[in-house]
């Protein structure tokens, strides 16, 4: 087959493969010292679970072959017959084909030469001389095409396809295996898989075996963001036990199998099989689903992956429906009331009780909307933004804490998340990627940062959506309302612009900007962003106190620009500088009010020097 002819058919339909064939084959033959030499010695099985499959619905059937190379039939002392059950497994499939009433393609199957560590020990032309002798045996039997798969290890992955390009123009799908946590056993994660097996000659990128449908499904999610190349799916029935000297798999319905493949496939997967303990009853279930699944051709013509459009009648939503945000800031955001935050720093130490106070001053009057609360400023020691949150909830005051990424991995954000919301009452979150320890008090330690502000972002939407970061469901969903900040006197605003765009793109709902000094530097930025904000705009506001502080920030603090005229400004007041800052921030916040047109949705305050009760000057 040619790659041209198999790609065409991926664009107009989903092709189903089979299931599983060495634990089908154990059932019906007992343990044998190879599953591939039954090609020799159960023919007639090996020919009856391919009838079996196609009767299913199969298009795709596997040849026998899997462990059929040299290296691993050398361990059994077979080392001399690659050739031969390699030209039986492709035998038997041709003879299930000729008997089925539809059209079938015959895959090749390749997997790994040995455990990483055996094959470590090869040389690297050791390697592809071995997979070059299987699929040549393979091919000149007459496969259509290769499916390379339960690779655990990428290079080997890399050294299969590139013997089999040595020689070959059939088709490859190529499939690494990913544990539990969406990693390979060496670490490597779907994205760096993409990035590796981008510029090499393949048809399909994949996964197959190890996990069960909806551990396979971020796995596929993230191959689907990393790659444009059509995708495959093929899951274990579930996670394996063992029971005496078997190993046993989960008795995993037909009826979730089609659940599985109607997600897949709105993920990308053009090829859709089953791997250990699945049965012709799984892939039968996922042949009737992907019968009301049609895939409709991607609007780049060059792109390998298409849309899908579900055609049944009623569809069943598999994804929790995206929610409006709750929070009473979002709601008056929505309202068009302009909303009002004042900026506070957590305590140093373990007393709370002042905190509560000034906030309850600063809110009394009913200026102020919300109390937005830093994380680990300058990364230095504090008490934790979420948890004095709640505090502050628990009071009855709104809260906007900001997250960052420096502190707590994947895992650790989404439990803290989680205990905001659930026990905290916290409704907002500013998402961003925190100042790096190197500025702090431990300029020792390193930050963790295996997220920026954009994944937190992305976290924080499928909290919302009731998942988890690897797509396990929650039991139910958060609906945090999702800031993020944006600065619009960045000094690269071409990367601001792309990284703001990201962040709107991954969910969030409204953005804080850095403190601004002059309504032109907003307007410069909005005519960059095309004369409009894809969502509200909150204005950070800092009334300067005195002209050395004007100075320092302007100079010392990234981020922050302060324009020449408000320097001299600050400079000819004075013993009369803090009246002419506040004087300038009162003037702020009255344009901010009139902004509305120009995205400006609200403002934040800096309270100079943790005096917060001194921002409520600006409201006189």
């Not at 090996?46 to 290296?71: K, L, P």
């Not at 499904?217 to 899951?235: H, T």
């Not at 959506?465 to 929650?474: E, F, I, P, S, V």
């Not at 995205?599 to 600006?618: Q, S």
């Amino acid at each position: 087959m040619r790659m041209e002819d198999f790609a065409e058919r991926l664009q107009h339909g989903i092709l189903v493969a089979d299931g599983a064939m060495g634990s089908l084959l154990y059932d019906a033959v007992g343990q044998q010292r190879s599953v591939d030499e039954l090609n020799s010695t159960h023919s007639e099985a090996v020919f009856r679970f391919h009838q079996a499959s196609i009767e299913a619905g199969a298009q795709i059937i596997e040849t026998n072959t899997f462990g059929a190379n040299r290296h691993k039939l050398s361990l059994l002392g077979m080392g001399d017959r690659v050739a031969e059950l390699n030209h039986r497994g492709v035998k038997i499939a041709r003879e299930a084909r000729e008997a089925a009433k539809h059209e079938v393609l015959i895959a090749g199957s390749i997997g790994p030469v040995g455990i990483i560590r055996q094959v470590r020990e090869f040389a690297q032309d050791q390697l592809l001389a071995i997979f070059r002798e299987q699929a040549g045996a393979l091919e000149e039997r007459g496969v259509d095409l290769f499916i390379l798969e339960t690779f655990s290890d990428i290079d080997e992955l890399v050294a299969a396809i590139d013997a089999i390009r040595s020689f070959s123009r059939l088709p490859i799908v190529a499939q690494v295996t990913y544990a539990e946590e969406g990693t390979t056993f060496s670490g490597q994660r779907p994205q760096q898989a993409s990035e590796k097996l981008r510029n090499k000659n393949i048809q399909v990128m994949g996964t197959n075996c190890t996990v069960g449908p909806q551990s396979l499904l971020p796995v596929l999610r993230e191959l689907a963001n990393s790659s444009q190349l059509p995708l495959s799916a093929m899951p274990n029935a579930g996670l394996p036990q063992r029971v005496g000297d078997r190993t046993i798999y989960p008795k995993s319905s037909p009826e979730y199998f089609a659940l599985f493949a109607k997600e897949a496939a709105e993920l990308g997967a053009r090829i859709l099989g089953g791997c250990c303990g699945t049965t012709p009853e799984h892939i039968q279930a996922m042949a009737e689903a992907v019968k009301k699944l049609q895939p409709k051709r991607a609007a780049n013509a060059n792109s390998g992956r298409a849309t899908v459009e579900v055609i049944e009648k009623e569809e069943r939503v598999l994804r929790a429906v995206a929610r409006e945000p709750e929070s009473r800031l979002w709601k008056k955001i929505q309202a068009n009331q302009f909303v009002v935050s004042v900026e506070i720093d957590p305590p140093k130490g373990v007393a709370i009780n002042r905190i509560v106070e000034q906030v309850g001053r600063v809110m009394a009057g009913g200026n102020v909307d919300s109390i937005d609360v830093n994380s680990g400023t300058l990364a230095r020691v504090g008490m934790d933004a979420l948890v004095l949150a709640g505090a502050l909830e628990a009071h009855g005051f709104e809260t906007v804490p900001h997250l960052t990424t420096r502190d707590a991995n994947i895992i650790g954000l989404q439990a803290m998340l989680l205990g905001a919301w659930a026990v905290g009452g916290v409704r907002n979150v500013l998402a961003i990627t925190g100042d790096p320890p190197s500025v702090g008090d431990y300029p020792e330690t390193n930050g963790v940062y295996e997220l920026d502000s954009i994944g937190l972002v992305k976290v924080l939407t499928r909290l919302n959506q009731g998942t988890d970061w690897a797509g396990k469901n929650l039991g139910g969903a958060t609906n945090f309302t999702i800031g993020v900040a944006v600065n619009p006197v960045a000094d690269d605003l071409e990367e601001e612009l792309r990284r703001f765009e990201a962040k709107v793109e991954a969910g969030a709902h409204f953005a804080m900007t850095q403190p601004i000094f002059d309504p032109e530097h907003w307007y410069s930025f909005l005519q960059r962003l095309g004369g409009k904000t894809p969502i509200p705009v909150i204005v950070g506001l800092w009334p300067l106190t005195s002209y050395k502080q004007a100075l320092r920030l302007n100079n010392e603090v990234p981020g922050i620009v302060i324009p020449g005229p408000i320097l001299h400004e600050m400079e000819k007041a004075g013993g009369s500088a803090r009246d002419c800052g506040f004087k300038l921030a009162r003037k702020m916040l009255d344009w901010a009010r009139t902004a509305h047109t120009h995205g400006i949705a609200g403002a934040y305050l800096i309270p100079p020097f943790k005096r917060y009760e001194e921002v409520l000057e600006l409201f006189n």
